[in-house]
Antibody
Framework: QVQLQESGPGLVKPSETLSLTCTVSGGSVSGYYWSWIRQPPGKALEWIAYIYYTGTTYYNPSLKSRVTISLDTPKNQFSLRLSSVTAADTAVYFC???????????WGQGTLVTVSS | QSVVTQPPSASGTPGQRVTISCSGSDSNIGTNPVNWYQRLPGAAPKLLIY???QRPSGVPDRFSGSKSGTSASLAISGLQSEDEADYFCAVWHGGLNGPVFGGGTRLTVL
């Protein structure tokens, strides 16, 4: 059974870069799309980016200028970098697998990242 | 404001049937399958329904999904206390080339 776990700092200063890693266990990253999704407090979930196992990337246009998603196949991990963060980037960040039929499953349990000085 | 709209709350008593709606547009629900998720506090979202009305293995048949036009619904019959959770819908949005999500519905079992 595939499981995902997010890791990274829980506190990031304004204007700095948020970096998170998702470790995939119980299966390989090959053959799938892998995504990052976030949920700001009191708001709806928002898709950030996804990457195919071949390395092709797709970004939410609203965040594209600040986001980089990457894949480390040997480590079975993928990562998110979000630059120039502000308080508006405070959110629970989830990593998840995205199937070709657009089903998002499974998800990690999420990690809260707070942007504050 | 979400591109896809859900009621913020719903409630029912044990044994009752409740439905949660998800309203979108031609760019998302009107043309793509809807998935439903359950999220318990501190836990990873769990897939309940995929492809509008399909249940993954292990999901009780008390949970069912349907879609008509630009709206979808999740129905929970024989409500149980452990069903108290947040539920959200997710659907592909063609113009975005990515998924969009409902704002979530908090279900309270009275």
């Amino acid at each position: 059974q595939v499981q995902l776990q997010e890791s990274g700092p829980g506190l990031v200063k304004p204007s700095e870069t948020l970096s998170l890693t998702c470790t995939v266990s119980g299966g390989s990253v090959s053959g799938y799309y892998w995504s990052w999704i976030r949920q700001p407090p009191g708001k709806a979930l928002e898709w950030i980016a996804y990457i195919y196992y071949t390395g092709t990337t797709y970004y939410n246009p609203s965040l594209k200028s600040r986001v980089t998603i990457s894949l480390d196949t040997p480590k079975n991990q993928f990562s998110l970098r979000l630059s120039s963060v502000t308080a508006a980037d405070t959110a629970v960040y989830f990593c998840a697998r995205l199937s070709a039929s657009s089903t998002i499953d499974p998800w990690g349990q999420g990690t809260l990242v707070t942007v504050s000085s | 404001q979400s591109v896809v709209t859900q009621p913020p709350s719903a409630s029912g008593t044990p044994g009752q049937r409740v439905t949660i709606s998800c309203s979108g547009s031609d760019s998302n629900i009107g043309t793509n399958p809807v998935n439903w998720y359950q999220r318990l506090p501190g836990a990873a979202p769990k897939l309940l329904i995929y492809g509008n009305d399909q249940r993954p293995s292990g999901v009780p048949d008390r949970f069912s999904g349907s879609k008509s036009g630009t709206s979808a619904s999740l129905a929970i019959s024989g409500l149980q206390s452990e069903d108290e959770a947040d539920y959200f819908c997710a659907v592909w949005h063609g113009g975005l080339n990515g998924p969009v999500f409902g704002g979530g519905t908090r279900l309270t079992v009275l």
